[in-house]
C-alpha cells in the first residue's frame, strides 16, 4: 500500500514511513492512495471470528509489504490481550435496536488504547528493522497522556516523554501517568498551563538541534496507524448485529475526527452503513460545518466532556480531501483560504459532507440529563462523552429498523464530575486498576522554560 499526502507535494510513502512521519511535509495527512474494498459474502464470512482475527482480516492490505503476516498477528494478539473483556470490544443493549459499544475496556479505559496499545507495538517493529531510535514527545491536558504512555512503555526503541501541567490534573490522570514506572518513560510536571507546554513541545519539533542528532516522533490523532486500527470496530459491531445483510449505523462522540472518520473509512470498503452521526459537544465547528457550512473557528469552551474540547478538528482535513474528489491543488486552496479567514465549502464539497453524516450538538447540561436518564431506565452508567453519543443518535435516528450503535469512548470513572452532577453515584475503579492510589509513581517537575525540558530530554535519552 502507497499513501499520499491531502496537500499533494510531499513524498509518495509505505506504510512504515508513514507511520514515523505523522504530519506529511507539505503540511498534509497522508491516506491510501486506493483503500481496499470488501464484498458483502467476504465480510459476512467473518461473523465468526475473534476480534484480534477480525483485526488483522480488515488491516492486513494497509500494512503488507512492510509486515510479516506473522509479526502483525503477533503484535495485534499483543495489542488488545491487555484488554478486560474477551471479546475486546463488547455491546451493550440501552433500548430496542439500540446499542452501545464499549470500547473502553483496555488498560486506560478509553478508545485511545485500541489504536495506541498497537502503534507503539508498529513503531517498535519497523525502527528495530531500520536500526533506529525515535523520542516520542508530547504534551496532555491530562486525559490522553496516559494511552499514548501505556502503548509506548513495552517499546525497547521508543523513549517516551510526556509533558503536564503541574497540579493541573486530577490525581487519577496524573497516577495513570505517573505510576507506569519503566526504563524509557518519563513524566514531566511543567509549572505552567497546558499552553505552555504545548508550546515547548511544537518548538522541539521545529529545532531539534538539542537532540544531538536523535529524532522526535509523534503519536497524535493524525497517525494513520491510529485511524487504521479505528476501523476494526466498526466491522465487529456490524457483524454482532446482522450486518453485512443489513445495513447499521453510527452515533460518535468527536473531537479531532479521527474515530468517525475510521467509520467513514469502513463505510468506504464496503461496511453496509445508513447513517454516520457526529455528536459534538459546545465546541461544535464540526456540527455547525456539517448543518450550516459554517467553519468559522470560535473560541474554546471548558465542558463536562474534555477530550472533546477542539477548536479545529486536524483530521477533518482528510475528509474534505475527498470532499474536492481528491484533488490535492484544490484542497491545497481551500486551506489557504481559510487560513485567510473564508470559513466555507463550495456546495459540491458541503453536500459530500452532508451526504456522509449527520450531527448533533449537546451541551453540558443536557449531558447530565441523559446520564441520569439512561441510568433510570436501564442501570446503565454512560461517561459524558458517550451520553452526547446516545444524545445525538437519538435526535439523528432517521430509521428505526436499522440499529443504532453508540461508540462508548471512556469509562465513566474517568469523568466523575458529570457523573455526580448527574447525580448519580460514582463508579468504582476496574479491576486492573483498583490499587491505583497505592502504586508508587515516578515524574520529575520542572520550570516552564524550554531549556530545562530540552536539557531534561537530552540527558535521559
Ligand atoms: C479522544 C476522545 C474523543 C474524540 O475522538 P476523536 O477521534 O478525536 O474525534 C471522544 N471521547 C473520548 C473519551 C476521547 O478520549
Avoid at 483496555?106 to 528495530?128: E, S
Avoid at 463550495?346 to 443536557?366: G, I, L, T
Avoid at 457523573?419 to 492510589?437: G, I, Q, R, T, Y
Amino acid at each position: 500500500m502507497k499513501y499520499v499526502s491531502t496537500r499533494g507535494t510531499a513524498p509518495v510513502l509505505s506504510f512504515g514511513d508513514v507511520l514515523l512521519a505523522g504530519l506529511a511535509s507539505d503540511g498534509g495527512l497522508y491516506v491510501p492512495e486506493k483503500l481496499p474494498s470488501y464484498s458483502k459474502e467476504e465480510i459476512a464470512s467473518w461473523a465468526s471470528l475473534s476480534y484480534q482475527e477480525l483485526a488483522f482480516k480488515v488491516m492486513w492490505p494497509f500494512v503488507e509489504g512492510e509486515i510479516p503476516a506473522d509479526e502483525f498477528t503477533r503484535m495485534i494478539d499483543e495489542a488488545y490481550a491487555g484488554f478486560n473483556h474477551s471479546a475486546v470490544a463488547p455491546m451493550v443493549q440501552t433500548d430496542s435496536n439500540e446499542w452501545v459499544l464499549e470500547l473502553f475496556r483496555g488498560p486506560t479505559l478509553a478508545f485511545k488504547d485500541f489504536a495506541l496499545q498497537l502503534l507503539g507495538r508498529l513503531m517498535d517493529y519497523v525502527l528495530a528493522k531500520r536500526n533506529e531510535k525515535l523520542v516520542i514527545l508530547g504534551a496532555t491536558s491530562g486525559d490522553t497522556g496516559s494511552a499514548a504512555i501505556e502503548g509506548c512503555r513495552h517499546s525497547d526503541h521508543l523513549d517516551i516523554f510526556i509533558l503536564h501541567p503541574y497540579q493541573r490534573v486530577s490525581e487519577v490522570q496524573r497516577r495513570q501517568m505517573t505510576t507506569v514506572i519503566d526504563d524509557n518513560v518519563y513524566n514531566i510536571a511543567v509549572k505552567g498551563n497546558f499552553d505552555d507546554c504545548q508550546g515547548m513541545v511544537k518548538a522541539s519539533f521545529a529545532d531539534q538541534s538539542f537532540l544531538n542528532g536523535a529524532k522526535l516522533g509523534a503519536v497524535n490523532s493524525i497517525n494513520w496507524a491510529r485511524i487504521m486500527a479505528q476501523i476494526v470496530y466498526y466491522f465487529s459491531s456490524a457483524l454482532a448485529v446482522g450486518g453485512p445483510h443489513r445495513k447499521v449505523s453510527f452515533s460518535v462522540p468527536t473531537g479531532n475526527f479521527g474515530d468517525i472518520f475510521a467509520g467513514y473509512l469502513a463505510k468506504q470498503m464496503g461496511l453496509p452503513i445508513d447513517q454516520l452521526i457526529v455528536a459534538t459537544n459546545q465546541n461544535d465547528i464540526l456540527h455547525r460545518t456539517i448543518a450550516e457550512n459554517d467553519m468559522s473557528r470560535q473560541s474554546l469552551n471548558v465542558t463536562l466532556s474534555p477530550s472533546m474540547d477542539i477548536m479545529v478538528s486536524s483530521n477533518f482535513e482528510r475528509l474534505l480531501f475527498d470532499a474536492h474528489g481528491r484533488d490535492s491543488d484544490a484542497l491545497t486552496d481551500l486551506m489557504s483560504r481559510f487560513n485567510a479567514g473564508d470559513v466555507t465549502l463550495s456546495d459540491e464539497a458541503w453536500a459530500y459532507v452532508k451526504d456522509n453524516f449527520d450531527s448533533h450538538k449537546v451541551d453540558d447540561a443536557r449531558t447530565c440529563e441523559v446520564i441520569a436518564e439512561v441510568f433510570e431506565s436501564t442501570q446503565y452508567l454512560l461517561d459524558p462523552h458517550t451520553a452526547i453519543g446516545l444524545e445525538a443518535a437519538r435526535k439523528c435516528w432517521k430509521d428505526k429498523s436499522v440499529p443504532m450503535i453508540t461508540l462508548a469512548t471512556a469509562h465513566p470513572v474517568k469523568f466523575p464530575e458529570a457523573v455526580e452532577k448527574a447525580n448519580c453515584e460514582s463508579p468504582s475503579l476496574p479491576e486492573h486498576m483498583k490499587d491505583l492510589f497505592e502504586r508508587d509513581e515516578s515524574y520529575e517537575v520542572l520550570e516552564n522554560e524550554l531549556a530545562d525540558i530540552q536539557s531534561y530530554v537530552a540527558k535521559n535519552i
